[in-house]
């Protein structure tokens, strides 16, 4: 089997993750290969419309996010799914934290556009605009922690809305309110105000 190209058998991922938990060094190892190639495709979604002249790479940022997972969040998935949408959460936070060091934070009268659509249209915004994404739901995680989560899994990690509510252990339906109750939210407080 090449890992690069064929799926992992049914089952091999969550098999691998269960021994990760239980401390297997040699079952990190031989995760990676199994899930590379998603990990590189969610990169470069998160990449694909990213302000030009960005200097990170798909490579980098899973190398980068991977680094980030490391004793961290990657012990506690309980599927691929799941690991992948860590995965997605830790190469979001090394976006944002690249943003910050170039000081993309300029937002003027600290305002900025976001459109939150649809995650397979892709992410549609520039690093400036991560960081107010980002600041935001930090904000909206404080009011209700689920909300970001849901956000993040169907924004970043381009997850469907029964894949999260496996991830979350909730229903369809409630991760469809959420979308709509956060998208609202959202649009709130990062609407550029209304001249009147």
Do not use: C
């Amino acid at each position: 089997m090449n890992p690069a190209v064929d799926p992992p058998p049914p089952g091999a991922v969550t098999a691998l993750l269960e021994r990760v938990r239980g401390g297997d060094a040699a079952a990190e190892e031989q995760l990676i290969p199994l899930v590379y190639e998603e990990l590189r495709r969610a990169a470069e979604y998160l990449l694909r419309r990213e302000q030009a002249g960005h200097t990170l790479q798909p490579t980098d940022l899973v190398h980068e996010g991977y680094l980030k997972l490391l004793g961290g969040e990657a012990g506690d998935a309980r599927s691929r799914r799941h690991f992948i949408a860590i995965a997605a959460r830790a190469m979001r936070q090394v976006l944002v934290d690249h943003a910050r060091r170039r000081g993309a934070a300029k937002r003027g009268a600290g305002y900025v556009e976001v459109r939150v659509t649809n995650a397979d249209a892709g992410i549609d915004v520039d690093l400036a605009e991560l960081i107010a994404l980002d600041d935001a739901l930090e904000r909206l995680g404080k009011r209700n922690p689920r909300l970001p989560r849901v956000v993040e899994l169907r924004f970043y990690a381009g997850l469907t809305d029964e894949e999260i509510a496996d991830v979350l252990g909730v229903t369809s339906r409630t991760v469809q309110r959420d979308w709509a109750t956060a998208r609202a939210w959202l649009y709130k407080e990062l609407a550029p105000p209304v001249d009147t």
